[in-house]
């Protein structure tokens, strides 16, 4: 199976996952916003049981994802770079695509447009949702 591979932009934190994503989502939501200074989050979503981290500790931030249930944002104590973000709801790690060593992947979707700022940029040719798409909810 294929390996990832990433780390924080002091390198005290590393982590890596196995095999193909379930998802590559660019999301809009406010949330994602603030934390990457930015119109979107790139993350690229991949099980819960095949992401570790393999180096340093991140600290995590929690707070409530729209489902109700929690999300942990995982990030480097020393520099702030958030990794991954660990989502609850659907057991699954949102992994920050700019920390990743090599840069391949491409969004599939693009969701939660709908809290898109007027200046964002979408990507072409991939569905975009309001909030989700329909079988996740939205
Ligand atoms: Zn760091
Ligand atoms: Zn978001």
């Known amino acids: 199976m294929k390996k990832h591979e990433g780390k924080c932009a002091c390198g005290n934190v ?11 989502a660019f999301c809009y939501c406010h ?3 603030i934390h990457t200074g930015s119109d979107k989050w790139f993350g690229i979503w991949v099980p819960a049981e095949t992401f ?21 944002h995982k990030f480097c104590g ?11 709801v659907g057991n699954f790690y949102s992994v920050a695509a700019s920390t990743l060593t090599k840069g ?12 898109a700022p007027k200046w964002a940029v979408f990507p072409e040719g991939v569905p975009k949702f309001d909030v989700l798409p329909p079988d996740m909810g939205g």
Not at 78 to 88: F, K, M, P, R, W
Not at 104 to 115: K, L, R, V
């Open 14 to 24: 590393e982590y890596c996952f196995e095999g193909d994503p379930i998802d590559t």
């Open 52 to 72: 570790k981290f393999t180096k340093g500790m991140p600290s995590t931030f929690t707070r409530k994802g729209d489902s109700g249930k929690e999300m942990h």
């Open 78 to 88: 020393e520099c702030g770079s958030t990794l991954a973000i660990d989502v609850t």
């Open 31 to 33: 949330e994602c916003q």
């Open 104 to 115: 391949e992947f491409s969004p599939n979707m693009a969701i939660y447009t709908a809290s």
